[in-house]
């Protein structure tokens, strides 16, 4: 059971580059999240995916896209990347979406774009 | 908008003694609120949740309190250990972007003083 596995652990990308970062759980759980950490922000939503076909902007949403690919995989991708989207990025998920489940989260992906 | 403020970003404390962290909210009521701790480098990883309903929550040597009235949360870490040295994050549902999503704190960086 490898609990929820990210794919790469470092990128570098130039400015106006596209990459996708691929995110699995094996958990067989409902709900999946993207999340950006930056110094002194704390973790902050980009989108989330509630159950397996749907996906909806979390806080931070521009500049990113999300495939909900099955129940398994949750993807984000950066179409032309920005120096702004410098970052460690998460993926998470939980069992349902309600209110009292704890969220699982990946090991991150550190992203530099210059 | 939402707010959560942890109360320090750093924080040293003698091994063996006991940590208080302070996570405070404002603007809402949340029906719950959950502590999660972050090694470098890693994903964050979910220790107690507390519902609204309950003024205290322990697991081994972790004790939470919850005060709705005053709008904040305490940490406790008894009988400290160089070993709990990590980044502690606090969350709260997000009014942002739904109560089924959270919303984080930056986090206090524990260091115990062997």
């Avoid at chain 2, 949340?30 to 994903?43: M, V």
Wanted: glycine share 6%.
């Amino acid at each position: 059971n490898a609990g929820v596995t990210q794919t790469p652990k470092f990128q570098v990308l130039k400015t106006g580059q596209s990459m996708t970062l691929q995110c699995a759980q094996d958990m067989n759980h409902n709900s999946m999240y993207w999340y950006r950490q930056d110094p002194g922000m704390g973790l902050r939503l980009i989108y989330y995916s509630a159950s397996e076909g749907t996906t909806d902007k979390g806080e931070v949403p521009n500049g990113y896209n999300v495939s909900r690919l099955n129940k398994r995989e949750f993807s984000l991708r950066l179409e032309s990347a920005a120096p702004s989207q410098t970052s460690v990025y998460f993926c998470a998920s939980t069992p349902a979406a309600l209110k009292k489940y704890e969220q699982y989260f990946g090991p991150g992906t550190r992203l530099t774009v210059t | 908008s939402q707010k959560i403020e942890q109360n320090s970003e750093a924080l040293n404390i003698q091994e063996g003694k006991t940590a208080t962290l302070t996570c405070n909210y404002t603007n809402y009521s949340p029906a719950y609120l959950q502590w999660y701790r972050q090694d470098p480098g890693r994903g964050p990883v979910f220790l107690l949740l507390i519902r609204e309903n309950e003024k205290e929550k322990r697991k081994e040597r972790l004790k939470v309190t919850f005060d709705t009235t005053l709008k904040q949360s305490l940490f406790h870490i008894t009988a400290s250990q160089p070993a709990d040295s990590a980044t502690y994050l606090c969350a709260l549902p997000s009014y942002q972007t739904g109560a089924n999503n959270l919303f984080f704190g930056t986090g206090t960086r524990l260091t115990v003083i062997p």
